[in-house]
T-cell receptor
């Protein structure tokens, strides 16, 4: 079945540093990757949609200069949280629509803690 | 009004109980519907797609009512391992996917 590998699973970083999160589709080509953020006890919120070879589309209220998305190949998309602050601490998760039944395959998520 | 709304939780049920979740959506042009299960601090996993004709997978039954714009998930003979958050997901076309806030289910012995 479709698998999306996401790394790292968790990261703790200091305020002001940047963190890169990778998502790779292992057995299918993900022309589109969705990036979500989930705060405790809340639902997944779409941050941006990345398309291979083009600029990402960001949802309203998401700072594109802070959350840099790169989708350089059909199997790799990255999200970089630049100059992270404690309020950026959250669960970040990627997803691609690679299943035959139309369902989405999620990465395992990255728990980011900014101290 | 939210684009996708789910039953407020949590649902606390005993083992063996039958429990039903509902989810309403506002966009009549929505194309695909799914139920996902999310365990604490983990990624959501597809539980089942939802078809107009209804579909069943073991103890789980999903139904779609396009006229009333809602989908439902029925869990029969609840197990302790069914305890999780159940997310309603609606794909409206293009790159638009909307998640419900989720309904927490606690199954107790």
């Amino acid at each position: 079945g479709a698998v999306v590998s996401q790394h790292p699973s968790w990261v703790i970083c200091k305020s002001g540093t940047s963190v890169k999160i990778e998502c790779r589709s292992l057995d299918f080509q993900a022309t589109t990757m969705f990036w979500y953020r989930q705060f405790p006890k809340q639902s997944l919120m779409l941050m941006a949609t990345s398309n291979e070879g083009s600029k990402a589309t960001y949802e309203q209220g998401v700072e594109k200069d802070k959350f840099l998305i790169n989708h350089a190949s059909l199997t790799l998309s990255t999200l970089t949280v630049t100059s992270a602050h404690p309020e950026d601490s959250s669960f970040y998760i990627c997803s691609a629509r690679g299943r035959n039944d139309g369902g989405y395959t999620f990465g395992s998520g990255t728990r980011l803690t900014v101290v | 009004r939210k684009e996708v709304e789910q039953d407020p939780g949590p649902f606390n049920v005993p083992e063996g109980a039958t429990v039903a979740f509902n989810c309403t959506y506002s966009n009549s042009a929505s194309q695909s519907f799914f139920w996902y299960r999310q365990d604490c601090r983990k990624e959501p996993k597809l539980l089942m797609s939802v078809y107009s004709s209804g579909n069943e997978d073991g103890r789980f039954t999903a139904q779609l009512n396009r006229a009333s714009q809602y989908i439902s998930l029925l869990i029969r003979d609840s197990k302790l391992s069914d305890s999780a958050t159940y997310l309603c997901v609606v794909y409206t076309g293009g790159f638009k996917t909307i998640f419900g806030a989720g309904t927490r289910l606690f199954v107790k012995a």
